[in-house]
């Protein structure tokens, strides 16, 4: 009987193990979703927020700059309106993936939703770095995007937050979309 009780007991633990493992892979992915835009891949608004905290913590401790790049995509309506949401959400995808090509390392991309980008960009050196990433930028977004047949200029607006105390109204000017066009 002692060796059937300990094989059970085994079994017991072996499938208790397997259940354990399924529900940390579960929370690890709800996790993941909870910080990630789903149709972009980017960090969403939530997380954006978390890392502009953290990162202003940082920055202060450190003595580092930080800035914060605000991307809205003009008449984005127009363009789902006239060509569908898919065209609408492959135009996003596009764009995404063309902010996160152009961030220097330890930047961080997020879609804050609809057609809403903000980047965090840490420890640069001079607002003349800040402003070739924004040229950059600029050229990105009005090199035309294939989809399927379709080859579209998607006009936008930047506004950039670039000391202490812009970073500390971030949030706000995020809420309120105050962006500057270059």
């Not at 354990?20 to 709800?30: F, G, P, T, V, W």
């Not at 996160?100 to 879609?111: D, F, G, I, N």
């Not at 980008?117 to 003349?128: K, S, T, Y």
Request: charged fraction near 25%; aromatic fraction near 4%; glycine fraction near 4%.
């Amino acid at each position: 009987k002692a060796t059937s009780r300990a094989a059970t007991l085994e079994a017991n633990f072996a499938a208790t193990s397997e259940e354990l493992d399924s529900i940390r892979d579960s929370l690890k992915a709800a996790e993941q979703r909870s910080n990630t835009d789903a149709l972009t891949g980017l960090a969403n608004r939530h997380s954006m927020d978390e890392f502009l905290r953290l990162s202003q913590i940082a920055a202060m401790e450190k003595d580092e700059a930080l800035s914060v790049f605000l991307i809205d995509i003009d008449h984005f309506k127009t363009i789902n309106d006239i060509h569908g949401h898919s065209v609408g959400d492959t135009i996003l995808c596009s764009c995404a993936k063309r902010i996160a090509a152009l961030l220097p390392e330890r930047s961080v991309p997020a879609r804050l939703g609809g057609d809403e980008f903000a980047c965090l960009v840490a420890d640069w050196e001079n607002r003349a770095q800040l402003s070739r990433l924004a040229c950059k930028m600029f050229d990105a977004f009005t090199a035309p995007l294939s989809v399927g047949e379709l080859r579209l200029t998607v006009r936008h607006s930047i506004g950039i937050a670039a000391r202490r105390a812009e970073l500390r109204a971030a949030g706000v000017r995020v809420g309120r979309k105050r962006v500057a066009r270059l």
